[in-house]
């Protein structure tokens, strides 16, 4: 089904022009001759506009008067500016004003068609977030969408598990999102309308997980075990005993005049190790583990980081009556350098306090004070010698300036950085790599070094609707 995209300039040529270039891009437009009109279009609650393309040169309200009058709204589209060749400094000030892309005049198609593609994918992601109900636990494993291998392999499990009443065991880092995928999990299958009753073996008692189990089998839903390797030995015979009196689903086969729960159970631990050690009962994990779904790392799926930040970032402007449209080129670089130890979880706290940091629409490095390592304390300023350059060590292994004085270690690391930037033509994930080091460690060293603008990472931008 086609799109609806709003053009709107004043020059009746140009509106007939971008209206036969939006038609070649499979979508319909709507042409506005002004910006009043348009605001006036925008506010219609019919309206279902999938995108704008705003002429910045009108008389009356212009552009950036439309675009001022537009910030702060819930559920504005995104906005591709349409700006004179030379315009640069004109648009930077339309993208801070909120403008989510530009294009110049004359407009390509094959452009045009890249800057609405982005566009719609992050209308329709801000629209989802939109009507989806608070609190409403995300199935629709079918439709998940994902443009990491790994992911995918991992999303196919799950699908497999919810299609089955085997126990399911979740294992992967903390904060990776194993409670949201035995959510999804859970919903997908065919016991999505009945309860899920989550038990932290990290924090409850051995009571409350007697309560979770009849609070479950009673309405037959499912049961969610969080950390079952801190599970106390109490525990995990209670566990071992419902499998064996058949009250937990173990095979699709089993049937009893009882009520069955299902069982989730997730780890960050190496489970089998555990069980090597004595520490965990081995006829617990052979029953846990006929379906092992392994959750990877944040950093492990660098294809899907863009998108979960431009989602999470939506999110939290729709909670916080602060929308954002999208990141700053800087911002992208950061988040792409990043190692997120936390993984999900703290790309959740790292774009709420963004969001709730920016003083407009667009997302900067400043807005991202953790990653860019802005909270650290910083360490005593010290003098040091200017641009070092350590040669080859000499018969006493040091490295030396040329009046043999050896060079700090702080001067040989600045050094070592600057060639590997050199050598990897300012790339940040192929310098670190060389180095030894993670991406987000070398790119707060760079800034302290004063290389910011020497260190913008050169591998493919992320697409702007993961903006």
Not at 300 to 315: I, M, Q, S
Not at 349 to 367: N, T
Request: with cysteine; hydrophobic share 45%; proline share 6%.
């Amino acid at each position: 089904m086609p799109n609806l995209v709003l053009i709107v300039d004043d020059d009746p040529a140009e509106r007939r022009s971008l209206e036969n270039l939006v038609e070649r891009c499979g979508h319909d437009s709507v042409s506005a001759e002004s910006g009043e009109a348009a605001l006036a279009l925008l506010e219609d609650p019919g309206a279902a506009f999938a995108a704008v393309i705003l002429d910045l040169v009108m008389p009356d309200l212009d552009g950036m008067a439309v675009l001022e009058r537009l910030r702060g709204r819930v559920g504005v589209p995104p906005v591709i500016v349409h700006a004179s060749p030379g315009a640069i400094d004109t648009v930077g000030s339309a993208v801070r004003a909120g403008a989510h892309d530009f294009i110049v005049r004359p407009a390509g198609v094959e452009r045009l068609a890249v800057a609405l593609g982005n566009a719609i994918r992050f209308r329709a992601m801000q629209r989802a977030l939109l009507d989806r109900p608070r609190g409403h636990a995300q199935g629709g494993l079918e439709a998940a969408t994902t443009g990491s291998l790994v992911m995918r392999r991992t999303l196919d499990l799950a699908l497999r598990a919810a299609r089955t009443g085997l126990p399911v065991l979740l294992t992967g880092e903390a904060g990776s999102g194993k409670r949201r995928l035995s959510e999804s999990i859970h919903a997908a299958g065919d016991r999505g309308e009945r309860p899920l009753v989550a038990f932290s073996a990290t924090s409850e008692s051995v009571a409350r997980l007697r309560q979770a189990f009849e609070e479950v089998r009673e309405r037959a839903g499912t049961l969610l075990v969080a950390d079952v390797d801190a599970l106390c030995a109490e525990g995990q015979g209670l566990l071992a005993r419902w499998f064996d009196g058949g009250l937990l689903a173990f095979s699709a086969a089993a049937s009893s005049a009882r009520r069955q729960a299902k069982l989730h159970a997730t780890t960050r631990a190496d489970l089998a190790g555990r069980v090597r050690a004595g520490a965990f009962r081995d006829d617990l994990y052979m029953r846990l583990a006929v379906q092992p779904v392994p959750v990877p790392a944040l950093r492990d799926r660098p294809e899907d980081l863009g998108t979960l930040a431009a989602e999470r970032a939506v999110r939290a402007g729709l909670e916080t009556g602060r929308p954002v449209r999208g990141f700053t080129a800087e911002a992208l670089a950061l988040i792409a350098s990043h190692d997120w130890p936390g993984n999900l979880r703290e790309l959740d706290i790292a774009m709420h306090r963004a969001v709730l940091l920016a003083d407009g629409d667009m997302i900067g490095p400043e807005h991202l004070p953790v990653l860019s390592g802005e909270v650290a304390h910083p360490a005593p300023a010290r003098p040091r010698r200017a641009a070092p350059t350590p040669v080859a060590p000499h018969q006493g292994g040091e490295y030396v300036d040329v009046n043999g004085r050896p060079f700090s270690l702080a001067e040989i690391e600045a050094a070592a950085i600057r060639r590997a930037l050199e050598r990897c033509s300012g790339h940040i994930g192929r310098a670190a790599a060389e180095l030894g080091i993670g991406r987000s460690t070398l790119y707060r060293k760079a800034r302290e070094l004063g290389l910011v603008s020497e260190t913008q990472d050169s591998s493919p931008e992320l697409p702007r609707d993961a903006a």
